[in-house]
Nanobody
């Protein structure tokens, strides 16, 4: 059974940092792009960041403004999202996803597997 399990969410003050992790099991995703999405209350899920299979290419949503960094460790079948300078508007459930193809993917339809999400709450 393929699973993506996110961890690292929590409550943090504005300006603080969190590091999200997404551990995959059931199969290797070393040849798949990976991504992070988020969904705030009352809003649709939106793209945050994506990384290619090798880690050589990354792409971020404009609102990230260089505050977030996506990375991966294929030996551990894990992808990370380092989030710095957090703002209250970053409050959301963050989802990890594994893409169908190896290169960066920004659209939900490009992803075949999804985690259950981890809550990030940023207080002002």
């Amino acid at each position: 059974q393929v699973q993506l399990v996110e961890s690292g969410g929590g409550l943090v003050q504005a300006g603080g940092s969190l590091r999200l992790s997404c551990a995959a099991s059931g199969r290797t995703f070393s040849t798949n792009a990976m991504g992070w999405f988020r969904q705030a209350p009352g809003k649709e899920r939106e793209f945050v960041a994506t990384i290619s299979w090798s880690g050589g290419s990354t792409y971020y949503a404009d609102y990230v403004e260089r505050r977030f960094t996506i990375s991966r460790d294929n030996a551990k079948n894990t992808v990370y999202l380092q989030m710095n300078s957090l703002k209250p508007e970053d409050t959301a459930v963050y989802y990890c996803a594994a893409a169908v193809l190896p290169e960066v993917a920004r659209e939900e339809y490009e992803y075949a597997y999804w985690g259950q999400g981890t809550q990030v709450t940023v207080s002002s």
